[in-house]
């Protein structure tokens, strides 16, 4: 079945850190990509998303790029604030679906950002 | 975007008791809504899917009897875990979605603690 690897957590930043999540997939297909955040007491935000092979998802300066050759889809941002504090959760879709459809989740990954 | 709200945030029980959590669209109708468990450490896990006015879809392995779900109104779904056991303790999260091929939202999340 469908799955969804992320690197363990936390992550602890200085302020201004480039910021590296790494997330792997394993699906039939071409799966729709997705980032979810998540900040302390709330729930879970889509972040940003990726439909189709070489797309690259980007929102609030981070980015991450849909690649098929290596079933990745990591997260990155180049300089990194406090209120970035969270808990970060790649996903996945069935191909064409898009967030409304049955997602895929991986463990989430803590990121600590300190100044 | 649209809130989804979760009732209670968290509830400590005893083994044997049954315990409900709700799970409100509070601006928009909810045709659909998503049960997901998540363990520490561990992925958002699908519970069930619930569509108003008729009954719940589960994942296999999720026991029907135990994991009570109504979807009576478009704003409203609520879990019951009956006869609530210690291995139930876990975090659980709804989630909603407006109409087919819309976005999920999702719910703050209640923490269930069975003693």
């Known amino acids: 079945g469908d799955s969804v690897t992320q690197m363990e957590g936390p992550v602890t930043l200085s302020e201004e850190a480039f910021l590296t999540i790494n997330c792997t997939y394993t699906?039939?297909?071409?799966?729709?990509l997705f980032w979810y955040v998540q900040y302390p007491g709330e729930g879970l935000q889509l972040l940003l998303k990726?439909?189709?092979?070489?797309d690259k998802g980007s929102n609030k300066g981070f980015e991450a790029t849909y690649r098929k050759e290596t079933t990745s889809f990591h997260l990155e941002k180049g300089s990194v604030q406090v209120s970035d504090s969270a808990v970060y959760f790649c996903?996945?879709?069935?191909?064409?679906?898009?967030?409304?459809?049955?997602?895929?989740f991986g463990t989430g990954t803590r990121l600590q950002v300190t100044l | 975007g649209a809130v989804v709200s979760q009732h209670p945030s968290w509830v400590i029980c005893k083994s044997g008791t049954s315990v409900k959590i709700e799970c409100r669209s509070l601006?928009?109708?909810?045709?659909?809504m998503f049960w997901y468990r998540q363990f520490p450490k561990q992925s958002l896990m699908l519970m069930a899917t619930?569509?108003?006015?008729?009954?719940?879809?589960?994942e296999q392995g999720v026991e029907k009897d135990k994991f009570l779900i109504n979807h009576a109104s478009l704003t409203l779904s609520t879990l019951t875990v009956t006869s609530a056991h210690p291995e139930d303790s876990s975090f659980y999260i709804c989630?909603?979605?407006?109409?087919?091929?819309?976005?999920?939202?999702f719910g703050p999340g209640t923490r269930l603690t069975v003693l």
């Open positions: 699906a039939t297909g071409y799966p729709s």
């Open positions: 619930s569509n108003e006015g008729s009954k719940a879809t589960y």
């Open positions: 989630s909603a979605r407006g109409t087919p091929g819309n976005e999920q939202f």
């Open positions: 996903a996945l879709s069935p191909p064409r679906g898009g967030t409304a459809s049955k997602l895929t």
């Open positions: 990726a439909t189709k092979a070489d």
């Open positions: 601006d928009f109708q909810a045709t659909t």
